[in-house]
């Protein structure tokens, strides 16, 4: 991933941080994106998988 890339995660990243309210359920999906991306910034694939995470992408 290229340093261009990495920086557009994190901002993206950032920008939903700023959209969280506190209640759980309210923000579910926001820290399901948060999760998301925080997942393909780290390059990071659910345990025990040999290929690309369907759920998010990774």
Known sequence: MSEVQLQELESQIAELKGQLTGDMFADMEV???????????????????????VGCGS
């Open 31 to 53: 820290r399901d994106q948060i999760h998301n991306l925080e997942m393909k910034l780290k390059g990071v694939k659910p345990m025990d998988s040999s290929i690309d995470c």
